[in-house]
């Protein structure tokens, strides 16, 4: 089945050192997305990749960054991670207008990361 | 710009009674409608989308909403509720041409024996 998936499910670091969380996709979608959604809140943006077009939410803090590779795989890197990073990390696809629109968005299982 | 309400951040039902999720939107065009459902610890699944066509929408799990333009609504229902339908419920607003997604706050559905 076509899918996203978010590896490790998950994930402790320290206070201050460095940890990268992977996404791929078997959809084939262009569009990849990364959400931080903490406890008993709403998923929040912090950025999204229009195929290899990299767009910001203006108050993602400088913390976090990301790559895509290729169109299956994307990275979000916390650069120095603090303890109010801790939360579920949420990587989703969607497909565009170019080719064939469908609005909604597939999310992965998510991450959860610890900061201890 | 686009914003989403959901009214009650936890809602308690009895097993087999109606279930009533509310959502209300803001949005200067045309929107786009969606609820998602997440269980604990797992990411958020799509039950039902309202992308201009039909006003009632049927979804997963026996869930459906009306989309009222008068009334900004896109409320969730199921007939009858299930213990396996407890979860958090997103109602989210389509804004952009990347399809991003504005979340309201979420409700908890809680289904008791």
């Known amino acids: 089945d076509a899918m996203v998936i978010q590896n490790p499910r998950y994930q402790v670091t320290q206070f201050g050192k460095p940890v990268t969380l992977s996404c791929s996709q078997t959809?084939?979608?262009?569009?990849m997305y990364w959400y931080q959604q903490k406890s008993s809140q709403a998923p929040k943006l912090l950025f999204h990749y229009y195929d290899k077009d990299f767009n910001n939410e203006a108050d993602t803090p400088d913390n976090f960054q990301s790559r895509r590779p290729n169109t299956s795989f994307c990275f979000l890197d916390i650069r120095s991670p603090g303890l109010g990073d801790a939360a579920m990390y949420l990587c989703?696809?969607?497909?565009?207008?170019?080719?064939?629109?469908?609005?909604?968005?597939?999310f992965g299982p998510g991450t959860r990361l610890t900061v201890t | 710009a686009q914003s989403v309400t959901q009214l009650g951040s936890h809602v308690s039902v009895s097993e087999g009674a109606l279930v009533l999720l509310r959502c209300n939107y803001s949005s200067s065009v045309p929107p786009y409608l969606f609820w998602y459902v997440q269980y604990p610890n797992q990411g958020l699944q799509l039950l039902l989308k309202?992308?201009?066509?039909?006003?009632l929408v049927k979804g997963i799990n026996g869930f459906e909403a009306e989309f009222k333009k008068s009334e900004t609504s896109f409320h969730l229902t199921k007939p009858s509720a299930h213990m396996s339908d407890a979860a958090e419920y997103f109602c989210?607003?389509?804004?952009?041409?990347?399809?991003?997604?504005?979340f309201g706050a979420g409700t908890r559905l809680a289904v008791h024996p």
């Open positions: 989703a696809t969607s497909r565009d207008a170019v080719t064939g629109v469908s609005y909604e968005q597939y």
């Open positions: 309202y992308t201009s066509a039909a006003t």
């Open positions: 959809l084939n979608h262009n569009v």
């Open positions: 989210a607003v389509s804004e952009g041409g990347y399809n991003k997604l504005i």
